[in-house]
């Protein structure tokens, strides 16, 4: 956490504060276990948007170097922290320049001092970007 919040919800594995600004940078691994291969990292941040403290704002540059592809999408959208949440892709570099469509962000384990999430990018590059689905 970089700001605390003012008001709202206390600090948990699912809540902060209303206001509170939180920066992350996390490794992506291929499986939940932490001896899986590493494959990317997530870097961004979420600001606390909602008094309840399940909702945010969030920004982050998701870079992958796997299978043979190699660069970085970068999203913007809503989190909440209990919920699958979708981010639409705003731009990417290397393999992933021109890509459109977008990354869900499923909670996998809330308990603990560590929190997993699942990640799966949904991405489509030209000439198919325009049939990209948006996501439900």
């Known amino acids: ?28 691994t291929v499986h939940a276990d932490g001896a899986s291969p590493v494959v990317g990292v997530a870097e961004g941040t979420s600001i606390t948007t909602s008094l309840d403290g399940l909702l945010s704002l969030s920004l982050a540059k998701i870079t992958i170097h796997h299978r043979g592809h190699r660069g970085s999408v970068s999203v913007l959208g809503g989190t ?9 892709v705003v731009g990417g570099t290397g393999d992933f320049a021109y890509a459109l469509g ?6 996998v384990d809330l308990r603990g001092s560590t929190v997993t999430y699942k990640m799966e990018l949904q991405l489509y590059w030209p000439p198919y970007a325009p049939y990209a689905p948006t996501p439900q």
């Open 102 to 107: 977008y990354v869900r962000s499923s909670p």
């Open 1 to 28: 956490m970089v700001v605390d919040g003012v008001a709202g919800a206390g600090v948990s594995q699912t809540t902060t504060p209303f206001g509170t600004v939180y920066v992350f940078r996390d490794n992506l």
């Open 80 to 88: 909440h922290n209990t919920r699958p949440s979708d981010y639409p």
